[in-house]
């Protein structure tokens, strides 16, 4: 209660929250300006989602990892391109045939041509348009590269203009029907998540962002709205950055998630992040309540059932809950200033206890779960019976991190405009000019 924020890294990092590198802001921060231009009525800019402006940073999607062979339908040749080669050339299969594509240790195979090559040459494919190129059944903007990751298994890439990207992105993080602030809300979190994670982890790397919930989900071309790409063209250029001790705004990983279930939680505490105020814990005083899942439970699982998948969630991460005894109880060892549990304590029939934070918590609750035992937050009581645990009165979906998609939806709803919504779900937090 009321105690501040722990260090930076104090519990062991998650799978999915990719180590910060400080570092990687130049490029970012030598084009950031304040956004002062951001008064009612908007902010404008000419960038539309399929003529984005030439400014429009791009954002490389990791579409297939590993795969052995994906198929392909164009509506208008591609063109493309090896990597051991200096030109591009058509590839030229019947218009809007399905044909496979796989890497063999003679080269690209598209169907039954040979386009060259050899297990280690990357294949580059230039669309003529957007939206002529299909995968596996999806059309996608931007272009693509087959990369080789060992043997002949390979990487699809999907590498486009963020606002693009967004405009598939928006509808499938949000609702239909949700109000246009909430969506220009999401389009610029979304832009700046996508933003950090370039300048990022994907500096090390031939790709910034996974297609699903590890990053953001992206559908391609048939995800997109008119609503979302007119709300991505309306916020383009914009993302939310936060002022450090130089005084010079930096963009954040711009955390977002579906309910925070009325209280949300600190990615220091979730993903023992470095503490910055805008992704600090917060009281919203249950302004997500129309969320389905802003108040859910009980979810009862076998404390059999559970010693496994905790066990087995070790084993996956090396942890020392691999060699537990079976569960004896759960507690809750540590709760945020305004009652979120935020660390969980795991006692078993030897006296062995396993600390873990919420979000640990969490996902080794879930591991290989059915959607009945599914633990949709760990903002939960729990009640350790003889043979089952029971959680109840649990509250919101997903991390609770940062923006909460219910939240600012009711705040839309409320007549907030976006830039008071982003505003309100990252305290202290600017919105600055990107591209
Ligand atoms: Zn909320």
Redesign the pocket.
């Known amino acids: 209660m009321g105690s501040p924020p722990p260090p930076p890294n104090h519990s062991p990092h998650p799978p999915h929250a990719h180590r910060r590198r400080h570092p990687g802001f130049g490029l970012l921060l030598l084009l950031l300006t304040p956004l002062t231009l951001l008064t009612p009525g908007g902010c404008t800019s000419s960038v539309n989602s399929n003529t984005a402006s030439a400014d429009a940073p791009r954002i490389r999607v990791r579409l297939i990892p590993g795969a052995d062979s994906i198929t392909l339908a164009c509506g208008v040749p591609p063109l493309y391109q090896l990597s051991n080669q200096s030109v591009s050339q058509p590839l030229n299969r019947p218009k809007n045939a399905i044909f496979t594509v796989t890497l063999t240790p003679q080269g690209w195979m598209a169907g039954n041509a040979n386009l060259g090559g050899t297990l280690g040459t990357t294949l580059h494919l230039q669309p003529d348009h957007d939206g002529t190129v299909s995968i596996n059944g999806t059309a996608y903007r931007g272009k693509f590269r087959f990369v080789p990751v060992g043997g002949t298994k390979f990487d699809v890439i999907n590498e486009l203009d963020i606002d693009s990207y967004l405009a598939s992105v928006v509808p499938k993080e949000m609702l239909a029907g949700w109000h246009d602030e909430a969506y220009k809300a999401q389009a610029v979190v979304a832009r700046t998540y996508a933003l950090y994670e370039k300048q990022t982890a994907g500096l090390d790397r031939y790709w910034d962002v996974w297609p699903d919930t590890r990053s953001q989900v992206y559908g391609g071309i048939p995800a997109e709205t008119n609503q979302s790409r007119q709300t991505v063209n309306e916020t383009a250029g914009i993302v939310v950055a936060h002022a450090d001790v130089s005084g010079q705004p930096k963009i954040f990983k711009a955390y977002f998630s579906s309910?925070?279930?009325?209280i949300?939680q600190s990615a220091t505490e979730a993903f023992g992040d470095p503490y910055i105020p805008p992704l600090s814990d917060q009281d919203?005083h249950s302004?997500?309540r129309a969320?389905p899942r802003f108040a859910w439970g009980p979810v009862v699982i076998d404390k059999a059932v559970l010693t496994q998948r905790f066990i087995t969630f070790g084993q996956r991460r090396n942890r020392p809950e691999k060699n537990m005894g079976a569960l004896d109880r759960i507690d809750i060892q540590d709760q945020n200033r305004w009652g979120r549990p935020t660390r969980f304590l795991i006692s078993d029939n030897k006296g062995n206890k396993y600390s873990m934070t919420g979000e640990e918590f969490r996902w080794a609750v879930n591991t290989n779960a059915t959607d009945s035992t599914l633990l949709y937050s760990s903002f939960v009581k729990i009640i350790s019976d003889s043979s089952q645990i029971r959680f109840v009165e649990g509250h919101?979906w997903g991390h609770?991190v940062g923006m909460?998609q219910?939240?600012a939806e009711k705040r839309a709803e409320d007549g907030l405009r976006h830039e008071d919504i982003i505003l309100a779900a990252f305290p202290t937090a600017v919105l600055v000019r990107a591209y």
């Open positions: 309910c925070c279930g009325g949300s919203v302004a997500c969320s919101g609770g909460c219910w939240c």
